[in-house]
T-cell receptor, first 115, second 114 residues
Framework: NAGVMQNPRHLVRRRGQEARLRCSPMKGHSHVYWYRQLPEEGLKFMVYLQKENIIDESGMPKERFSAEFPKEGPSILRIQQVVRGDSAAYFC?????????????FGPGTRLTVL | QKEVEQDPGPLSVPEGAIVSLNCTYSNSAFQYFMWYRQYSRKGPELLMYTYSSGNKEDGRFTAQVDKSSKYISLFIRDSQPSDSATYLCAMSARLTGGGNKLTFGTGTQLKVEL
């Protein structure tokens, strides 16, 4: 049973470009979470999605950031017009449907570097 | 004040030592308590998951929760060099629309020396 998959593992962008980060949850998991880990800081919640629905985006910056989890395919975290402060590790986590446990399993992360 | 406080370390112990890692929290809404291990440049790996006050043991690891004091601990017995990693405490609160938001400590860096 494959774990949570994220790609790319490393992404380099210049200021002003767009970054697209992808996450495929564990088989059987329908809940996806995105977290950001800035240098010297803990992981911070960004957004929680189920298939075709954003459930809670209270941790997302108000501008330039968006997320989706389409009916088919991976979840996407999109950052438009990246700035140096967006450089961080972005982790995706998945969990099974409600009532099957609340544990979240993390992927290996995407390390974004903005030049 | 942060919702979750964790001593960042670094903590260095000899092989075979008992390690004690701790977190305090301020939010009474936290319902579930977890410990994750994170190796350098890897994703967090779930170690322990508890939801009630008391102790939970799994092999060399024991998780302890004291909700009255808002304090959680992770004990590692017979520590090994392979335990060298950053240990993150995490606490879960229900989101309004369902699901759970994890709030993490900043992590304690542990090094187990031969």
């Amino acid at each position: 049973n494959a774990g949570v998959m994220q790609n790319p593992r490393h992404l380099v962008r210049r200021r002003g470009q767009e970054a697209r980060l992808r996450c495929s949850p564990m088989k059987g998991h329908s809940h996806v979470y995105w977290y950001r880990q800035l240098p010297e800081e803990g992981l911070k919640f960004m957004v929680y999605l189920q298939k075709e629905n954003i459930i809670d985006e209270s941790g997302m910056p108000k501008e330039r950031f968006s997320a989706e989890f389409p009916k088919e395919g991976p979840s996407i975290l999109r950052i438009q017009q990246v700035v140096r402060g967006d450089s961080a590790a972005y982790f995706c986590a998945s969990s099974p449907p409600s009532g099957s446990g609340d544990t979240q399993y993390f992927g290996p992360g995407t390390r974004l570097t903005v030049l | 004040q942060k919702e979750v406080e964790q001593d960042p370390g670094p903590l260095s112990v000899p092989e075979g030592a008992i390690v004690s890692l701790n977190c305090t929290y301020s939010n009474s809404a936290f319902q579930y308590f977890m410990w994750y291990r994170q190796y350098s440049r890897k994703g967090p790996e779930l170690l322990m998951y508890t939801y009630s006050s008391g102790n939970k043991e799994d092999g060399r690891f024991t998780a302890q929760v004291d909700k009255s004091s808002k304090y959680i601990s992770l004990f590692i017995r017979d520590s090994q060099p392979s335990d060298s990693a950053t240990y993150l405490c995490a606490m879960s609160a229900r989101l309004t629309g369902g699901g759970n938001k994890l709030t993490f400590g900043t992590g304690t860096q542990l090094k187990v020396e031969l």
